[in-house]
């Protein structure tokens, strides 16, 4: 007899370029065809300034603000982004973060965004 349920436990980045993936704990009963596994997400969603030397999320530009800097070191900040296009932007008018250094890191988030329909001009 097969067990009703599976879980797993999975994470992923909402502005990781790579597929929701998740490995399931050894020792659970094999999956045979028909089972089905129920990814539930939970969770708000936050954004963080785009840093291309992290290996967390960070290094994925996803979205633009439009409100200003806002200094949410304390505390969560509310603020306006666009997250997708179709929309244009000022590249020159952008205000980049510390680990943002080289024009190959500005150049790499613009390309990003333009996945996402932010046109920079």
């Known amino acids: 007899m097969r067990p009703a349920s599976k879980s797993a436990t ?3 980045h909402p502005r990781s370029a ?13 999956f045979v065809s ?3 596994l129920t990814i539930s997400v939970t969770g708000a969603t936050k954004y963080f300034p785009y840093d291309p030397t992290s290996v967390t999320g960070l290094q994925y530009a996803g979205a633009v603000l439009w409100s200003g800097y806002r200094d949410a070191t304390s505390a969560d900040r509310r603020a306006v982004a666009n997250v997708r296009g179709p ?3 000022q590249a020159a008018e952008l205000t980049w973060g510390a680990n ?18 932010i046109l920079s001009i």
């Open 100 to 117: 943002v250094t080289t024009l190959s890191q500005r150049t790499a988030a613009l390309a990003q965004l333009t996945k996402q329909g």
């Open 18 to 30: 790579a597929a929701l993936g998740f490995t399931l704990a050894d020792g659970t009963t094999d």
């Open 34 to 36: 028909g089972d089905s």
């Open 10 to 12: 999975a994470t992923w």
């Open 87 to 89: 929309m244009k932007v």
